[in-house]
């Protein structure tokens, strides 16, 4: 039997979900340095808990989520919606549609053609443009060489190696 606790964050509508609400938006904006909210950097919330309470009950929905409409824009009342998760979540996706395609290194959304082809995505376009590709380092130090080369070597050493001669002590 789930607890009282449960029960009111489920209550469509209710404070105590509204409230559960806001703290995770709060959450995240204050872990921004972790990996998983690094796209909240910069971001503040700018709606105090009980403005963001009444704004939130009477718009609440069973798998609502609430959505900055510009990203880059701050959480504040005019900046805030509710649409249902999944399109939320579909909205941070690379879209590839309408000839248009999101690059996740800068953000920008590029017409189609601005991304290199890769047959192994979905969509079949690469999740970083053509600039912003350029601009990584393509070839490797000598140093991350010379460090995979001793790799191949140790593990020939330590695995291989024995493997090779256990099978030519038994003949095969």
Sequence with gaps: ???????????????HRALSRYHMIVHRVENAHLPRNSGYKGILVLVSKDEFIEWFMPRDFP???????????HYQLSNMQVIPLTQNVAKDRVIARDGVCRCYSCGNTKPINSFAV?????????TICKACDATRPKNI??????????AQR??????????????RSTGL
């Design 118 to 126: 890769d047959k192994r995505r979905q969509n079949g376009r690469s």
């Design 154 to 167: 140790v593990y020939y050493r330590n695995v291989t190696k024995p493997k090779l001669q256990a099978l």
């Design 141 to 150: 130090s000598e140093e991350a060489r010379a460090r995979a080369l001793n």
């Design 63 to 73: 798998g609502c989520s609430v959505d900055r409409i510009d990203n880059k824009g």
């Design 1 to 15: 039997m789930p607890s009282k606790i449960d029960k009111r964050h489920k209550e469509i509508g209710g404070r």
